[in-house]
């Protein structure tokens, strides 16, 4: 991973031709921006669920080593798919951030966290414990097919998504 934080501006200034033979993205601005590391970056691990967090919770109780989880909660506003006790969980297991094209809920304590989590928004229903999803499938995430083992960069300015580790 890379010593220094890459602004994602800076990134897309350097490499106009990723940009343009489509190995580096921008995902839409739809996500709020929750946690105290407001920039991050790392390789991600995706995982695709609807309105169930089971396999969201498996997935932060393993080592980050400095991962993202990337996750496809299908856009649904209709309940959180991650809480505070998981993202702790995560911080203490070594995980650069977390991007939940959903829901979270307990806000305030995930903004305790030296994690960076996005989301589309708060909720304060609590998801389904089902079990049901695809680990390390590609997903579609704000205008994004997202692979796993891709490279995430966030900051203040949004996410990137890159095929390979990239710096300036």
Same mark, same amino acid.
């Given at each position: 991973m890379s010593a220094l934080p890459l602004a994602t501006a800076e990134a897309c200034d350097a490499n106009p031709h990723l940009i343009l033979n489509g190995e580096l993205r921008a995902l839409q601005p739809i996500f709020q921006i929750y946690g105290r590391?407001? %920039?991050f970056s790392g390789p991600i691990v995706t995982?695709? %669920?609807?309105?169930? +967090? %089971?396999?969201i919770r498996e997935f932060l109780e393993e080592r980050g080593n400095g991962r993202v989880l990337v %996750?496809? &909660?299908g856009g *649904?506003?209709?309940?959180? !798919?991650? &809480?505070?006790?998981?993202? =702790?969980?995560? =911080? +203490?297991n070594g995980w650069a951030g977390i991007v939940v094209n959903g829901c979270i809920r307990d806000v305030d304590e995930i903004n305790g966290c030296d994690i960076g989590v996005r989301a589309l928004g708060s909720h304060p229903m609590k998801a389904n414990k089902k079990g049901f999803g695809e680990k390390h499938a590609a997903v579609n995430i704000a205008g994004t097919? !997202? *692979?796993? &083992?891709?490279?995430?960069?966030a900051d203040s300015d949004g996410i990137l998504i890159s095929r390979t580790e990239?710096? !300036?």
């Open positions: 590391r407001q %920039v995982l695709k %669920v609807f309105e169930d +967090n %089971v396999l %996750v496809d &909660g *649904s506003m209709r309940c959180a !798919i991650l &809480g505070g006790n998981p993202v =702790q969980q995560a =911080q +203490n097919r !997202i *692979s796993d &083992g891709e490279w995430l960069y990239i710096s !300036i």
